[in-house]
């Protein structure tokens, strides 16, 4: 019988792109060891929010239908930059990674990307960025 809990992902760094990029690393490491995905696959893609909190939710949201729509798994995040335009956020990114296969062991199933205890924060000692999944636990 596999066990369902909701958890709080949580990444620290030198800015909130790199912040950003660890939590996405961070979220697909959970499903699969992420060194062991092969760089085969290229996606971009652009998000507009009306806050930080809401970019951040978007932004995994987003990642997560990748993962379910197209099977594709993140390995690693070559570039991502967040801007203010007007009163909205904007991230543009560039992920590389594969589909998933037999190749990969799977180890645990995210269920759901929650808006539930979101933190987005910088300040001179870094960026912490945070949010919470429900994760169907595999052992």
């Known amino acids: 019988?596999?066990?369902?809990?909701?958890?709080?992902?949580?990444?620290?760094?030198?800015?909130?792109?790199?912040?950003?990029?660890?939590?996405?690393?961070?979220?697909?490491?959970?499903?699969i060891d992420v060194g062991e995905i092969d760089l085969i696959q290229t996606r971009t893609f652009i998000i507009r929010a009306r806050n930080i909190?809401?970019?951040?939710?978007?932004?995994?949201?987003?990642?997560?239908?990748?993962?379910?729509?197209?099977l594709f798994v993140l390995a690693?995040?070559?570039?991502?930059?967040?801007?203010k335009v007007s009163n909205e956020y904007l991230l543009t990114t560039i992920l590389i990674g594969d589909k998933i296969n037999q190749n990969y062991k799977v180890k645990d199933i995210i269920k759901q990307v929650t808006d539930r205890n979101i933190i987005v924060k910088e300040d001179r000692d870094g960026a912490v960025a945070q949010i919470n999944l429900v994760v169907e636990r595999r052992k």
């Open 1 to 31: 019988m596999h066990k369902v809990e909701e958890i709080g992902l949580i990444a620290r760094s030198d800015d909130m792109p790199k912040a950003f990029s660890k939590l996405a690393v961070d979220m697909f490491n959970l499903v």
């Open 76 to 83: 690693t995040v070559n570039s991502l930059t967040i801007e």
């Open 53 to 70: 909190n809401n970019l951040l939710f978007q932004f995994m949201k987003r990642l997560f239908d990748l993962a379910n729509n197209e």
